[in-house]
């Protein structure tokens, strides 16, 4: 009988465990009268294609299954979701890398918790008709950008390294009117736009362009697109954080199986997007979406990549200082297999 009582003994702690790990992993979550637990994330803009697998999630059900009742708004000011998380009016909030890094230098309660887009989307880019063969020809040349600072910095840089003196170029602040600068002429390229959103545009307009992003020229790499939530309640809500990283990892599967149904999820979430566009757009950005470092869970974010891009912040003057990565994101929420 001993044998048996062992191997009973042997067994329940196992399941013990087991129960132990699916519940630090996170299978759902429900407040003290089991209701399902409310989050608040904001956009970094208008829904679009770079939210498909936020809308798919959303759509077929994985936020209420992890136990969670998410409200998603759009924000009218594209500074305001750093803020709104640092002041504890939001939960989560999707931004840049770059953002995070001076959100960090005015002190803001702010971190990182999961890359949704793990690659630069900002991109230089010029026409084919223009004559434009690469980067020394912007020489003599108007480029345009939309007055973000780092993005200014990002040309600086891409001028640098080909050894174009930087006065050689006019660069001119359009602000949110990119396309039309570069498609009237009045720039023979721009810089701001991303790759798989203006660049396909100008693609489905038949314009031909050429698209570099910017880590190809020069600019350390970064995680285009990041999740932050309030580093002060990072503990308190933890499980909250890991259920939602594990439902919308379900979610940007599902949107890559299935195209057309993430198109339509983005727009039932905004019908001001044209159709064709959305659904060009949403081809070209799932395969950015699902992108995963090997080896490395859903989201992660890789620090040492991080703390350089810092110095390149710090070295053009946008930051005082270079923050060590542990200061700016934090891959404890990541959860790599889903609990069933």
């Not at 003290?32 to 970094?44: R, Y």
Request: with cysteine; glycine share 8%; aromatic share 6%.
């Amino acid at each position: 009988m001993k044998p048996l009582l062992a191997r009973a003994t042997a067994v329940a702690l196992a399941l013990v465990v087991l129960a132990a790990g699916l519940a630090a992993c996170g299978s759902k979550s429900e407040n003290t009268k089991g209701e399902a637990e409310k989050l608040t994330l904001d956009l970094d803009f208008y829904p679009n294609p770079d939210h498909a697998g936020i809308y798919m999630a959303e759509k077929e059900g994985f936020f209420t299954e992890a136990g969670l009742d998410v409200t998603i708004d759009s924000p009218s000011d594209p500074s305001a979701p750093l803020k709104e998380v640092a002041a504890g009016r939001a939960d989560l909030a999707i931004t840049y890398e770059p953002e995070v890094m001076l959100a960090h230098e005015k002190g803001l309660d702010v971190v990182a918790v999961a890359a949704l887009v793990n690659r630069p989307l900002t991109s230089l880019m010029w026409l084919k008709k223009s004559g434009i063969k690469g980067v020394p020809d912007l020489k003599g040349k108007t480029v345009s950008y939309a007055g973000i600072p780092y993005q200014e910095a990002f040309l600086k840089t891409i001028l640098a390294r080909a050894n174009v003196p930087a006065p050689s170029v006019k660069s001119v602040n359009v602000g949110f009117g990119l396309l039309p600068s570069l498609i009237s002429g009045s720039a023979q390229a721009m810089l701001g736009g991303y790759s798989n959103v203006e660049g396909v545009d100008l693609q489905e307009r038949g314009k031909e362009p050429v698209i570099t992003p910017v880590d190809q020229l020069g600019v350390p790499t970064y995680d285009e697109l990041v999740i932050v939530a309030r580093r002060s309640t990072l503990e308190e809500e933890g499980e909250r954080i890991r259920l939602f990283i594990s439902a919308l990892r379900r979610g940007t599967e599902a949107a890559a199986a299935n195209p057309k149904a993430a198109t339509e999820a983005i727009l039932a979430a905004n019908t001001d997007l044209p159709p064709k566009l959305a659904a060009a757009q949403v081809k070209a950005t799932l395969p950015l979406l699902s992108a995963r470092t090997p080896g490395k869970p859903y989201g992660w974010m890789n620090p040492e990549e991080w703390e350089t891009f810092a110095g390149w912040m710090r070295d053009e003057g946008l930051i005082s200082d270079q923050p060590k990565a542990a200061e700016l994101l934090s891959n404890a929420y990541l959860v790599d297999e889903i609990p069933e």
